[in-house]
Nanobody, 122 residues
Framework: QVQLVESGGGLVQAGGSLRLSCTVSGRTFSNYAMGWFRQAPGKGREFVAAITKSGGNTYYADSVKGRFTISRDNDKNTVYLQMNSLKPEDTAVYYC???????????????WGQGTQVTVSS
């Protein structure tokens, strides 16, 4: 079965950086796109970033463009989200997901990680 495990979340001050990692098992990693989503209290799951199966194309929400970078290492079955210049409004649970194409809709992904908390203090 497919399993996604996120790591790297934590507490950071505004302006700081974090790197999230998500390791996938149970499917051929290089055959699938990967995405990052986040969910703040009282809000729906919001698209953050996505990357195609080979890493040739990346997509970002306007709210994180220029600050966050998604990347993947297919030899390690791992996708990363480098988050720089963090803001308090970035505070959320961050979820890694895998699916057939790199899209910005949560419904386009078939397997999800457990989530990792990112808290940005002001």
């Amino acid at each position: 079965q497919v399993q996604l495990v996120e790591s790297g979340g934590g507490l950071v001050q505004a302006g700081g950086s974090l790197r999230l990692s998500c390791t996938v098992s149970g499917r051929t990693f290089s055959n699938y796109a990967m995405g990052w989503f986040r969910q703040a209290p009282g809000k729906g799951r919001e698209f953050v970033a996505a990357i195609t199966k080979s890493g040739g194309n990346t997509y970002y929400a306007d709210s994180v463009k220029g600050r966050f970078t998604i990347s993947r290492d297919n030899d390690k079955n791992t996708v990363y989200l480098q988050m720089n210049s963090l803001k308090p409004e970035d505070t959320a649970v961050y979820y890694c997901a895998t699916g057939p194409v790199a899209i910005g809709r949560a419904s386009g992904y078939d397997f999800w990680g457990q989530g990792t908390q990112v808290t940005v203090s002001s």
